[in-house]
Every structure is written in structure tokens, then in C-alpha cells.
């Protein structure tokens, strides 16, 4: 048999002789692309300033404990995979109160009236020590916290809708004994207000005053002991608000926001100066405020667009820390992006913002750099439309008009759209055969365009298929799969929908998986998945096919006779075993927009409990072996086939057989074969694989030692004389791996 020298560098450590080997996928090496924070568009968010690093509070909606810090507003790391403190309950939609005191950071977790609140410390952000199961100050509505006179101050809400005699201002100088300084009646009953210390007081800015006249309001107050309060102003010049941040910086006293996005300054607390009317950032209330590194800080907030960080030197000029915020992203609205890859571009559908805006059309070579097509498009602006690529257009088939997307003078539509270049479209059809619909799935599978089921507003489960957009036929007319709203995969060969089947149990959201080869006769491949099932259409998973595998991620699923998001995800090479995917870095959401481009799986956008975000990321599959070659004992003019079994490759596969670090002409697939063996033969064989990954890596699966005997040698050995054999080859084998692995700098044509 010919050979040839090579020399090559593996990805795979290199093991002993008959050793196991198969590896698990890291499907959890997701990249961001277009991103805000980590964190997600939060509002009801608080920070502090500790241990070099900013830290990040916000509630428990998505019930996985919400704490990131970062050494500069630019890097997040999420800090906690689960809070210590309640996640479940009213409690998930209330903000928590934090301050530095005592070199620790403390956390006042918000009201809830079925969980209990609690006082918290942590000297490192990640080990948290719970001080107090019952503080005091019962049903604190997120009052603030703030360090004054050295010790630690609680200045609770007093609300119409509470009004507990244990609500007032505590404080305490080691965090466990507290002591009531007064009840807080000159603030009146009193909720999102913000406070602060400045200038040897504590104050207290604006809010909602819920008593005899119930309104928001822009007084400022004052103490200096918490019992004895001072109203510096009734009316300051900034206009009545609550949900604000304030700060004290450079000497003065900050309001920040709070359904604005205003700056104001004042170091008397009576005086006010703008320092800008109109910051850089949208407005937005509930966000968090802090100093950091010498700046202003603005981070998160309660309104579109608010997933940004910001920081400012003076409050007029903010900067946009780095955050690669996609274009795209205006929609509100479910449904509201669609995504399809096209002629070397991910091309990007946006729902409409506005009833004004229409529809808008993106498209980009990276995912990061988006370029927004002159629009809107002549189709009149719709929701939960169909969006394919086919024939070198793109497709926009179906949906729901209207001036929102829940308005009751919506309606649903047929129509068929189709544009080379996504912004000269040709209406191919008026009126599809298929009936009026919304939230339909749509594909493209042999060679054709596909609709399958959609809702108006009943549920349909008719199939249909077009290879020119005007001429339809109908492949099924009521598929065993039933749901308002379906997702759909093309992967081996075949349609792969997400639905609820006739014979199932309801136990939260439908998670059946149906396949067909032609979208007439339809499989039930699986009944019951291992995954939570979710919701499909309107808040739906990333339902996707790549690198041969099937994909289901994130979603909305049945949390303990609750509804929230995941961000869970599993993979399966065959609809029927699932395999979880381990801690994937993106938030919870669903309804996310998903495309296989540049031989990646990206994810775009979605909504989760905090409202729509505009992340882009993308997944680079990695090859892992699940069959390897196993060592054997021959004798001369034997057969010998070694074989490998690979997943998670991209585009086409190469194999490369060696044997003792020389390639093997003519050995190119994921079988070797040797029809009659020699005494030559014998040795250390392995397979180097590569596929069309942007990487280029090459992987080498583990060697297997042959040994080869002369003819009739082992017809009349013993077994234990062959076991005893089997033994000192393991042992000869190891040491001469041993010996080749120490002097393998760099790595030689034998190590690879």
C-alpha cells in the first residue's frame, strides 16, 4: 500500500491504544455580534460602584437571578446563575434597593405579597449571605437605600395601597440591628421616588404620591437624622416624574430621566440647571445610575431602545460605551423580524414600529454592519407574515394588516410579494388559492416554496406549495399536527414541524415533532421530548436545522402554572434523542428569527420578559467524533475496516486515513479498507477530518493499534496467552506514544 508523509497539527489529544472516545458538541460556543448588554433590555434596574467593577440588579423575571458587573460598561459577566433571594411571585416585578456599606455590597429585595422580602450582603458579588429573613420595614415597595453618617438607611415607600405602620426610615450600623428614626409622614404616601446622600443629608426627589390627591410629583426633601424632614423645594424645575435616578457627582446633586431624557443639577436641592434637555440616550424611567471611573453611568431603563449603557464627564455629552446596538429593532410588536439568508447576505423583514413606519428591509454580510433599504416596500405594512428565499428573491408571503398587530380592525391577507434586490418588489399575486392567514410557517423544501397551517383567526393545518410564488397546489389539506401557531425545519430531506397532534396531552404548550418527506403523509416522530414544551408562533423557539442536527432553543414556556422564557436548548440528529445544550450565554426569550448563513446558525433578535432585543449571534459548529477506530489483532492476508462516525460538520467532509503519520493514497472516506492484510500492515492508524468551516480546523480522531501476525499464528494460541499478549501490546503501545508525544516540539509528521 502507498503512503505518503504529511505533517499536520490536531485539535484532539492523542490516546493510549482501545481507548473510548467520544466527545460532546460545544453547541454553548455562541458569538455576539449586533448586542446590547448581556443582560437584556431590563428596566427596574439598580448599580453600585465596588471592587473596580460596576454591578448590575435587576428583578427576577427571568426567574434565573439577574446580577452581571463589568470593569469598564463595555464586557459584562454574568455573575450569579441563580439568585439566593426569591424568584418567583410578585417579587419578579419589583425592584430591588443596593448601596456599598461595610466593604459589601446590600441588596433590599422589593414588596411582593407571596414572597418574603429579605436583607442580603455579599463581600465578592457572587457569595451572598442572607442578614435578615424579616426585616423590620415590612413591604418595601422598592424604597431606596442609601449609606449616610455611617451607617446603612432604608427610606421605605408609604403607599395608598399599603399603608403598614412598620413603612418609615431605618437604619443600622452593622446591617442586623435596625432602629426606626421616624414614620416618613411629611413624603406622604409615597412610591418610586429615588433618594440619595449628599452634602451630610439624605434626600429624597420626586415620585408618585398616591393620598388625597394621587400624582406624580417633583418636590425635594431633606434630613439629617431621618426623623426631621425639610422640603427644600414644592415644585423644582424639572417637570413631576418618577422612576428617576439620582447621584451626587462632582459636587452636585443629579436627577437622571425618568420618562425623559433630561439632565439636571443642582447643589442646593431648591436651584435647578439643566445640563441638557436631550441627552443621546431615548428616555426611559427605572434605569440605574451610578459613578464609576470618574463618570456618570445610565444603564438599561423602561422604554424602546433602553438596552444601552452611557456614561458622561459633564451630564450634556453621553457616550455610547461600546454597545453595538443592530439598526433593526424599532418593532415592538410579536413577530416582528423575519430573517432569511440570500446571495452572500443575511437579509432581515422588521414588523412596523409605528402604524406610520411600515415595514423595513435590512440586509448585511456580516451580521454586524446593516444596511437598511430605501422604504418602506410598496406591500401595505403587516405582522406575522411568511418570509422566505427562493429563486434568488426573497419572498414575503401572507400575514396580518392593519394598524397594530392586536387592533380589532386587523384583518389577514394572501397576497405574494417577491424582489431581487429588497427594494423593487413585483406583486406575483393578489390572492393566493390558500386562504387569508397569519403566523404560518414557511420553507423552502424540494425545490419549491411551502405554507403550512397559520391562523384567522382559527387554526389551519393545510399544506400548500408553489415553485413561481403564482401557481399553488395543495399537498394536504388537514395534516394530523393542529396548533394556531407552527414552526417549521427542513433537515434530512425532509418538512419538520413543531406541533400539537391530535392524541396528546396539553400540559402547558404543545412540543410534538411531525416529519414528512413530501408534506402529504405526515410522521409522528415524537410524542414527548425531554424539553419543556413551548410555545409556537406568537412567542416561539428557535426551531432550527444545522450541521446535521435539529435545533429547539429558548422560547415561552409553562413555568410552574406560570408562563415565562428559557433559553434552554437542546440538539438532536434524529427528532427522536435529545441532547441538552450546557448554560448558552443569551438571555431567555422567544420569537427570535433564525437563518443558516455563512455556514453558521444565527440568531436574531427575539423577545423575552423585558421586551424586544436587538442581539444578533451566531453558533460555529465544531466536528466531535461518535465512532472511532478500534486497535484489533490479525493475521497475515485477513480484511481489516476501521471506520470513524463524525457530527457536527459543516458543508462537505474530507477524510484522511494515516497510518504511523503517513497518509494512505486512495483512503479518503470515513471507511478504511484492507482487503488481505501484511506483515507491513501493521502499526497505528488514525483519520484526519476537515470540513467548510470558516475555521479550516482539522481534526484527528484517536489512533488504533493493528497488530499483525503471521498466517495461522493465532489459530492455535491460548486464551490466556492472548489476553497476556493484549496487555503488553497496551503497555508497548503506551510508551511508544509516550516517547513520540515527549519529543513532538512542534508537532511531527507521526504526531500530527
Known sequence: MQTRTIAFRTRTTLVGLMAVFLCTPAWTDWHQVSNVPQWGRFSLLTSVDFAGRMWVFGPQRQRDGAVWNSPDGVEWERTLGTSPWPLNGDLAWTRHATAVFDNKIWLVTGFSYSASIGLWSSSDGLNWTQVLASPPWVHNTGGPCVVHDGKLWVIGERSHYNPSPEKGVWCSSDGITWTKTGDGAALGERTEHSALAYDGKIWVLGGYVSGDVRDFVNDVWYTVDGANWVQATEHAAWSPRNGHATIAYAGKMWVIGGGHNDVWYSTDGAAWTPATLAAEWPPRDTHASVVFDDKMWVIGGDAYGCSGVWSSTDGAHWSDEGMRLAPW???????????????????????????AEGNTVWRSSDGEHWTQLPGPPPWEQRWRYGFVAYGGKIWILGGKGGPQDESPDC???????????????????????????ASHATAVFDGRMWILGGCAPHCMSDVWHSSDGQNWSQACAAAPWLTAYLDVAVFDNKLWVFGKGPNTTFDGYPRDIWSSSDGQEWVHVSKAPPWEGRQQGRIDPLFAAYAGMLWVGGGRVWFDENYGYTSDTWYSPDGVQWTPATAVPWTARGEQASAVFNNKLWMIGGTGDTGFTHETWFYQSEIVFTAIPEGAWKEEGEGLTLSVGIQGAVGNVTYLWIKDGEALDGQTSSVLTIPSLQLSDQGYYWCIVTDESESKTVYQSPRAYVQVFPAGSLSGTSLPFIALAIVATIVV??????????????????EG
Not at 384583518?411 to 392567514?437: C, I, K, M
Not at 503501545?733 to 507521526?750: F, I, M, N, W
Request: proline share 7%; hydrophobic share 30%; net charge positive.
Open 411 to 437: 384583518y389577514y391577507l394572501n397576497d405574494v410579494w417577491s424582489s431581487e434586490d429588497g427594494q423593487n418588489w413585483e406583486q406575483t399575486s393578489g390572492a393566493a388559492p390558500w386562504s387569508a392567514r
Open 329 to 355: 429593532g424599532k418593532a415592538r410588536i410579536t413577530t416582528s423580524v423575519k430573517s432569511v439568508a440570500k446571495d452572500g447576505e443575511l437579509w432581515v423583514v422588521e414588523g412596523p414600529g409605528t402604524p
Open 733 to 750: 503501545g503506551a510508551l511508544v506514544v509516550r516517547h513520540k508525544r515527549s519529543h513532538a516540539e512542534p508537532p511531527s509528521r507521526s
